[in-house]
């Protein structure tokens, strides 16, 4: 459709990929090698969460990048590693950090820590939850499609409805770790009670299981609060970060409280390029901006207006989520599947969008979207879903 720098026939077809290659960002645009721009309200799936290429991140990166990129872990963290640490813990969970490069890698580690304390133990995980490709991570991710093809899974992993009395039947004495997403991102931002998260820590307590939030792609001022957590009054025991933490570089990170803060000893767990300078440099930037209670306040404003605004747009069922991750669940009669909905999205109105399946859309838009670019993507949305056009 737009021009094309290098074919990327070379890749496996793991992707259902967009026929567009992007070459530069900018904030919230992107751009083609035509240079037409593009207003983008995915951000690389809640990664970008500062905009594109945001100057203090793009600085920070380069001057790590000039003075090291690598030692590894056979010596003291590097001063961006201790400091990002330091932000990470004291912001929530007040223990420590176990760097990662990934979600799916943070998620493993955290399952290892947990049972672990536990000497073994099996893990709980609930129906849409969606926790990483790998094979602990993908053992606790209850969705048909993405484990049947690699069966068998790792052994000890249960998966049952996201209810107050589901989970505190399933959480006994040989439950070594429930993990949760208080909301649920990809599979089309589902909030999860209070009332279940609550459940999960009480009966967690109460066999000495850990409790894991996995706050991989609502963590890090996404919700409007800088962590989700923090609007259910819920407090996990073990937390997981990723996505937007390195701006786009590769990071994860799993956050403990005191009980878990030494959950690993050396030997146990261990990556080569887990908590490198470079990555954790930029999380240093991006936690500077995300925190600042200004644009989490914003973020919460700005978040609840979109999110009324949707509800009103033709063929809107129903709106879902938190702050700037919001799902729009369109009437299921539509003509139009939310999936090709969004190829139309980019070719006609130049807008980034994703559809989490036929008939959900869901909104990821930079944190620091500017109020005249919420009012311009909204007026796309309004004419994408216009019944005249799309009919
Ligand atoms: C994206 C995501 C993951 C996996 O992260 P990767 O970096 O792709 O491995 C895990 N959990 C949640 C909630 C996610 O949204």
Request: net charge negative; proline share 6%.
């Amino acid at each position: 459709m737009s021009g094309v720098v290098l074919d990327d026939g070379a890749l496996v077809p793991a992707y259902a990929r967009q026929p567009v290659q992007f070459v530069r960002g900018q904030g919230a645009s992107l751009w083609d090698a035509d240079g037409v721009e593009y207003l983008d309200l995915q951000t690389g799936l809640a990664v970008t969460s500062v905009g594109h290429s945001h100057p203090a991140v793009v600085e920070a990166i380069r001057a790590q990048a000039a003075q090291l990129i690598h030692v590894g872990n056979l010596f003291r963290a590097t001063a961006p590693g201790a400091e990002l640490a330091q932000r990470l813990a004291s912001s929530s969970l007040g223990g420590r950090v176990h760097f990662a490069n990934s979600g799916t890698e943070a998620n493993e580690a955290a399952i290892k820590m947990a049972r672990k304390a536990k000497r073994g133990g099996n893990v709980v995980s609930v129906h849409r939850g969606f926790h990483g490709r790998t094979y602990g991570s993908l053992s606790a991710t209850p969705q048909e499609a993405k484990q049947a093809p690699f069966a068998p899974l790792v052994p000890g992993f249960f998966a049952v409805a996201p209810t107050v009395e589901a989970l505190t039947a399933a959480i006994d004495d040989a439950c070594a770790a429930v993990i949760l997403e208080p909301i649920q991102g990809e599979s089309g931002v589902y909030v999860l009670d209070d009332a279940v998260l609550r459940a999960a820590r009480e009966a967690c307590d109460r066999v000495g299981a850990a409790l894991i939030f996995d706050e991989v792609q609502v963590g890090l001022g996404r919700t409007g609060k800088l962590w989700a957590y923090e609007h259910t009054g819920v407090v996990p025991d073990l937390m997981t970060v990723a996505k937007a933490l390195g701006g786009g570089l590769p990071i994860g990170a799993v956050v403990t409280n005191e009980r878990f803060a030494e959950g690993f000893e050396a030997g146990d767990h261990g990556s080569t390029f887990a908590g490198g300078p470079v990555p954790c440099a930029a999380g240093v930037a991006v936690f500077d901006i995300v925190s600042d209670p200004a644009l989490l306040a914003r973020v919460r404003e700005r978040g609840e207006r979109l999110r009324h605004q949707l509800a009103e747009l033709p063929g809107v069922v129903e709106v879902r989520g938190r702050g700037f991750i919001l799902a729009a669940e369109l009437d299921p009669s539509r003509a139009e599947p939310a999936t090709a909905l969004i190829g139309r999205a980019l070719r006609d109105e130049r807008l980034v969008l994703n559809a989490t399946g036929p008939t959900t859309l869901r909104f990821l838009p930079p944190l620091t979207i500017t109020d005249a670019e919420l009012d311009d993507a909204l007026a796309r949305i309004a004419r994408l879903l216009d019944p005249q056009v799309s009919a």
